[in-house]
């Protein structure tokens, strides 16, 4: 098994939500959901360094996210106050995914960040106790510490995990950035799906109830998804978007697809992950 270190690259890959059902609504105005988080080989990178001090400091801040706001920092902090670790680190973030994507990156980040350093500063925290430090940061936290392909409940923290057959995705990406705040708040959502039973989901069924929003609301969205319904009527967008997917169950026929994408769509291919990187840490 991969001995994790100090030096090590530390992965913090994307999820694709293969469908979103949102089925009510808690008091606290959070949106109750029924989705299963897929993880696919493309990932953001994260390097951690040891500190003479306890400081948390993000070498690579990125554009227009204030570092003390940064998912990464916060999450280190976070494990700084929950453990009294007084150990501090430099935080490296290869950044790939792209923000407002519906990918899950900023999420991801968060969650590489909560496994590495509990590793490196050896806190010992229990990978349920890091899930529910995760939920106080995002909703889409826990299930990347979680580290399984999963069927998620209530606003996506109470796992049935499952395994998924091996898939290919071609993954569209608009030009937008989408705010999932605003989607979720949209008066015209949907939030009566009626909640499917666990067990009975098959990888196909389903669809995203936030979708008809993000495509009134960002019209490049609809755009790129309409283009990949011609191609696999599957379709569907990730998340709260922006990006679109599809998938085939053999590589050479997303491939296909993918060659035919008109100039100016953004896109790549992924391979869905059997879990995550880190699932054994
Ligand atoms: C929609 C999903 C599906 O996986 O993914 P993304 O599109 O963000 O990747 C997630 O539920 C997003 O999780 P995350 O991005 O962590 O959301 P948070 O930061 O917790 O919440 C941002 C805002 O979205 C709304 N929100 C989020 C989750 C939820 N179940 N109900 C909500 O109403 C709330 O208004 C909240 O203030
Ligand atoms: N390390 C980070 N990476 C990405 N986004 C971050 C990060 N830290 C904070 N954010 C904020 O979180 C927002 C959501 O980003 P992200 O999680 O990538 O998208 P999504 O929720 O659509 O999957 C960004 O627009 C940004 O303002």
């Known amino acids: 098994m991969k001995s994790w ?7 913090a890959p994307a999820k ?14 959070y949106h109750l959901l029924q989705t299963v988080f897929r993880f696919i080989d493309r990932a953001d990178t994260l390097r951690f360094a040891p500190r003479a001090d306890d400081r948390i400091v993000l070498a690579t801040p990125i554009p227009g996210v204030p570092p003390d706001s940064d998912l990464t ?14 150990q501090g680190a430099t935080i490296s973030l290869d950044k790939r995914l ?22 490196l500063w050896q806190t010992g925290l229990s990978r349920p106790a890091l899930e529910k ?3 106080g940061l995002g909703a889409d936290v826990p299930v990347f510490v979680h580290g399984r392909n999963t069927f998620a409940e209530g606003v996506g923290e109470a796992f049935t995990d499952l395994e998924l057959p091996a898939a290919s995705y071609l993954v569209l990406h608009p030009a937008v950035n989408v705010p999932t705040a605003a989607i979720f708040g949209a ?11 666990t067990a009975k989901w098959r990888p196909g069924q ?24 011609q191609h696999a009527p599957e379709a569907m967008m990730t998340g709260s978007g ?35 990187p880190l699932a054994k840490i």
């Open 133 to 135: 430090l995760g939920l």
């Open 206 to 229: 389903g669809h995203n109830d936030l979708e008809a929003v993000a495509c009134s609301k960002f019209p490049e969205v609809a755009t790129h998804l309409a283009w990949l319904k």
């Open 242 to 276: 922006a990006c679109v997917f599809a998938g085939f169950a053999r590589r050479s026929a997303a491939e296909a697809v993918f060659r035919a994408l008109p100039a100016g769509f953004d896109g790549w291919l992924a391979d869905g992950l059997a879990e995550h």
């Open 73 to 86: 920092v916060r999450a280190a902090r976070l494990l700084q106050q929950a453990t009294g670790c007084t």
């Open 98 to 119: 792209p923000m407002g994507g519906g990918l899950g990156g900023g999420s991801s980040d968060a969650a590489t960040v909560l496994l590495a350093l509990n590793h």
């Open 5 to 11: 270190t100090w030096d090590s690259d530390w992965p």
């Open 16 to 29: 694709l939500n293969l469908f979103l059902h949102v089925v009510g609504r808690r008091a606290d105005g």
């Open 187 to 197: 008066p015209e959502l949907r939030r009566d799906t009626p909640p499917i039973e």
